[in-house]
């Protein structure tokens, strides 16, 4: 059955937090909505949309926006605050069940609305004007950035600032990315995918950036005007990351995962940090312990070493550029560290886990944004001998289905 028209009730919420309702053909998913939902949907397969709430789900809350039930970001704005931390400690629960893991899970910490600091934002023409903003969930649509609860007011504050600089470098045909870094310098942009040519509108677009007060702008990689670093503070040490590089997108949610990766890594005195990033851990370990950074970006690589160079009282502190995908450090490498934290991207860490499972490490901080990932590589881990004394959620994503993790494993 598609393009139907039909009156359903939301039974439960699927992963990532669509409702599921039984339709004539099986189950239906629905963006939107919640258990005890009485919805008139539109059908297009397996998928529904919402055409109008019949009787509201209790776990339902009137939002501010009206872009939420569009834009691809905040897809869990309509839950209550009760609904939606029990759904996000649940997606943990789920995930380390399905590999056999039954630990108690501590309660997920929670992040304020306001304080996600990098968005990566999309801009294209729509007739003579320019749409700036995130994609419809599941659609090429574009969502016009008018508000938006979860970005640091200095990003929604620059949007019609953004918009300028992005309209000479749209493509005729396309779409152009801009990832957005709120700094205490003020904004750090980065731009990727510009027009042919762009090259001869550099000096429009560095005139654009001074006008709308950006602290750095890049094109394509390149820095194009630099007015004051834009400087990110990790523990005590300024870093400036590298353009469009990757950083925690809330430094309220870095300062939770770093304290539990410190709680998890204990007294040590020699540790690895592997996929170090710009040393968003290293930096907050290496006061209190020796630690070798491991990571396999040149550009993250560089930011780190250069911050390291300014005396500032850290312990013994070395750098490796290494892709651990494709090797990571061996069982007998690891043997000189009694610690390891480790935070890979979303496909996880499992060659590395397998070696820190043959290892004598003593203690590990395994931190995900991906709990599925997580799971599977906390199984290696824990069928190499080691035991699971913490599993900790913390709500980086707000309004997302995403949510990061910290677990702490001792030998």
Not at 195 to 210: C, D, F, M, N, P
Not at 276 to 285: L, P, S, V, Y
Not at 331 to 352: C, K, T
Request: aromatic share 4%.
């Amino acid at each position: 059955m598609t393009d139907a028209t039909l009156d359903i009730t939301i039974s439960t919420l699927g992963h990532l937090g669509d409702g599921i309702a039984e339709g004539p053909d099986g189950p239906l998913f629905v963006t939107g909505g919640l258990p005890g939902d009485h919805l008139r949907v539109s059908l297009q397969g397996n998928r529904a949309t919402i055409l109008e709430i019949l009787t509201p789900s209790a776990h339902r809350r009137a939002t501010n926006s009206d872009q939420n039930h569009h834009c691809g970001g905040c897809s869990l704005q309509h839950m209550d605050d009760a609904t939606y931390l029990a759904f996000k400690h649940d997606q943990v629960v789920r995930a380390l069940a399905d590999r056999g893991i039954e630990v108690p899970v501590d309660p997920i910490l929670a992040t304020p609305p306001g304080s996600r600091r990098r968005a990566v934002l999309t801009a294209l023409r729509a007739g003579h004007k320019v749409l700036l903003g995130y994609h419809e969930k599941g659609s090429h649509r574009l969502v016009d950035l008018i508000e938006c609860p979860v970005l640091d007011p200095a990003i929604l504050a620059a949007v019609p600032g953004l918009k300028k600089l992005a309209e000479p470098l749209i493509p005729r045909k396309g779409e152009l990315r801009l990832t957005v870094l709120s700094t205490a310098a003020g904004l750090d942009v980065a731009i990727d995918d510009p027009v042919t040519g762009y090259e001869k509108k550099l000096i429009q677009v560095s005139a654009l950036a001074a006008e709308i007060g950006l602290a750095r702008l890049a094109v394509k990689g390149e820095i194009v005007i630099e007015a004051r670093a834009p400087v990110l503070m990790i523990g005590k040490i300024a870093v400036v990351p590298p353009p469009g590089g990757f950083t925690q997108a809330s430094a309220v949610a870095e300062e939770e995962l770093a304290r539990l990766t410190l709680d998890a890594l204990g007294p040590s005195k020699k540790a690895a940090d592997l996929f170090a990033g710009i040393g968003t851990f290293t930096f907050r370990m290496a006061p209190l312990m020796s630690v070798h950074a491991v990571e396999a970006d040149a550009a993250a690589i560089a930011a780190l070493d250069k911050a390291s160079r300014v005396p500032s009282g850290l312990k013994k502190l070395t750098f490796e550029r290494r892709d651990l995908f494709r090797r990571p450090l061996m069982a007998a490498e690891l043997n000189a560290f009694d610690a390891v934290a480790f935070d890979p991207p979303r496909a996880g860490a499992q060659a590395q886990a397998e070696q820190l499972a043959l290892s004598k490490v003593k203690r590990i901080a395994a931190i995900s944004c991906n709990p599925a990932t997580l799971a599977r590589d906390l199984r290696i881990l824990l069928d190499g001998g080691y035991k699971l004394t913490r599993v900790t959620p913390v709500d980086q994503f707000l309004y997302s289905p995403h949510v990061e993790v910290v677990a702490a494993l001792e030998r």
